[in-house]
């Protein structure tokens, strides 16, 4: 999951280093059962027993590394995330795996992995078509690789924040905004995977998550997706943000018989053997 702390543009996407405005697990968290899920699902597609060696990239808070320890309970398990804040709640939560703070666009495995893994974190790097093949060599041969990227952009819970941040209100204090890069298609992932893989398993899955209302929804984005724009803005203006943006998402949802809103979220899997 995790990122890196602080982000600074470069060619228009995410370079990372690390100081302020951490990421926050207790937010992240807050919906940890729609968050897991993928992480689940993602997992029930390895077909692997008994792997040696394990590693979660992007592990966040630990809540997917544990699904990976249950499931592996003999294996030698490692994180990695380049949030400290990630990192220290990972080791208070499963202190049987080793975590190690570092940038996964920077990141090799000193031993090749039985499986590696990564839920939800590689839609921050750019360049999947050079950064897919290089962690793919991480795996050792017959080993399994597998990652879940969320592929939700064209959800109103993005695009309307889009839009709000380039309106005249908004658009100094938000040119900054650190936004993740697009990710690649269907196609490309096949393209970089099959060249040194036995082999490849790719597809996508929307979710949709019941949420109490628009306020839910951005609750839920704003440990994510939008966490680049508000690192912009001081306290009141966050708040100011945040409102504008729920009032004017609040239209694009459908409401239930019960009040309540579906709030579809597509996320984009691959699990790949290496030969």
Same mark, same amino acid.
């Given at each position: 999951m995790g990122r890196s702390t602080t982000r600074i543009r470069s060619n228009g996407f995410i370079r990372e280093r690390a100081g302020v405005n951490d990421w926050d697990p207790k937010l992240y968290l807050r919906f940890g059962d729609e968050r897991t899920r993928a992480a689940i699902d993602l997992?029930?597609?390895?077909?692997?027993?008994?792997?040696?060696?394990?590693?979660d990239l992007g592990c966040g808070p630990a809540n997917s590394t544990?699904?990976?320890?249950a499931r592996w309970p003999v294996a030698t398990l490692d994180g990695v995330?380049?949030?400290? =804040?990630?990192? *220290? %709640? &990972?080791?208070? $939560?499963?202190?049987? =795996?080793?975590? *190690? %703070? &570092?940038?996964? $666009?920077?990141?090799? =495995?000193?031993?090749?992995?039985?499986v590696v893994y990564s839920n939800a974190t590689l839609q921050w790097l750019p360049d999947h078509a050079t950064l897919i093949p290089r962690l793919f060599e991480a795996v050792a041969p017959g080993g399994w690789f597998a990652v879940q990227i969320p592929n939700n952009k064209a959800s109103p819970s993005q695009s309307v924040f889009r839009a709000l941040a380039q309106?005249?209100?908004?658009?100094?204090?938000?040119?900054?905004?650190?936004?993740?890069?697009?990710?690649?298609?269907?196609?490309?992932?096949?393209?970089?995977?099959?060249?040194?893989?036995?082999k490849v398993d790719i597809w996508e899955t929307e979710y949709q998550h019941r949420m109490k209302d628009a306020a839910a929804i951005v609750e839920f984005v704003r440990a994510t997706?939008?966490?680049?724009?508000?690192?912009?803005?001081v306290a009141d203006e966050q708040?100011?943000?945040?409102?504008?943006?729920?009032?004017?998402?609040?239209?694009?949802?459908?409401?239930?018989?019960?009040?309540?809103?579906?709030?579809?979220?597509?996320?984009?899997?691959?699990?790949?053997?290496?030969?």
């Open positions: 997992l029930a597609r390895i077909p692997e027993d008994a792997p040696a060696r394990v590693v544990a699904l990976l320890a995330d380049s949030s400290a =804040a990630m990192i *220290e %709640q &990972a080791r208070a $939560a499963l202190p049987s =795996a080793r975590f *190690e %703070q &570092a940038d996964i $666009a920077n990141w090799t =495995a000193s031993t090749p992995y039985d309106t005249s209100r908004w658009r100094d204090k938000l040119k900054n905004a650190a936004i993740s890069p697009p990710i690649g298609t269907v196609g490309l992932y096949d393209d970089v995977l099959r060249p040194a893989a036995r997706a939008i966490k680049p724009y508000l690192d912009c803005l708040r100011a943000f945040l409102d504008e943006g729920t009032r004017l998402m609040a239209d694009q949802f459908e409401r239930r018989s019960d009040g309540s809103l579906l709030f579809a979220f597509r996320r984009l899997f691959f699990v790949a053997q290496r030969a």
